[in-house]
């Protein structure tokens, strides 16, 4: 392109020049027809404009060509320079709308980057606070369990205290109701002893008899003797105090089934001499 450019740029300054060269060439021969004399004619013609031929030379012809080549020269030169302010000029203005673009792209990139920075940070503050509030929710909800726990292990320590105390009070009552009982029970058992003691002596032949037997004597409900059994003492003495239990038969007994319980198996110390 440019150096078709270029061939043309050569080729109108020739044409001109060729032009030109032409045209004084016919200007030359114009003046020389003029100056040459005709012969007069009769006939008479109107008088034509004289024109006034100036010789010119060569060198003349040189200068004013390259006058012309100058001018066109110049005038090529300011059409180039022209066109390259032009080119220039929609150079700079494509650079200008590139580097607008990569601007407004970069912006745009550099805007996403931070919209996206911005978001993750975001997420991450909201994670860390759901995280710390879910720390706390389960601080407190153990927390409160640990309350209820320990409210819960103290009810059941006052509660077992409690009872704990009810028991030993239950306990002493029961220890006092039975010490008691067992008073009452030994009280009445001694006066049937004594009232069985009684009613035997009033059976037994005992003579001038000396010395003790122990026997154990098995009652029926009613004070009836099932049994009697030597545990020590005398033979003689126990077979005269076995003969009298058995003469006093029925034996005085409680109504009272829990002193009677324990007379089912009485045991009996007999001497003739406290009798």
Known sequence: MSKKRSSDSLLYPLINAGIIHILMFGLLLTSFQIERKEPPLDIQIKAAPIINATAVSSE???KLVKQKEKRISDAAKAERDRKKRIRD???KAAAKKKKSALDK???K???EKKRKADADKKRKANADKKRKADAEKKRKADADKKRKADAEKKRTADAERKK???REMQAQLDAEANAAQEQRVLSELQKYVALIKNKISRNWIMGNQTGNCVLEVKLAMG????DIREVGGLPAICRSA???VYKADPLPVSKDPVVFNRMRILRLDLD???M
């Open 109 to 111: 990139a550099a805007d």
């Open 242 to 244: 076995k003969a009298a």
């Open 60 to 62: 003349d012809v040189d």
């Open 223 to 226: 004070g009836f003797v099932i």
């Open 105 to 107: 792209k970069r912006k």
């Open 89 to 91: 000029k929609k150079a």
């Open 164 to 166: 704990q105390i009810e």
């Open 272 to 274: 003739p001499q406290e």
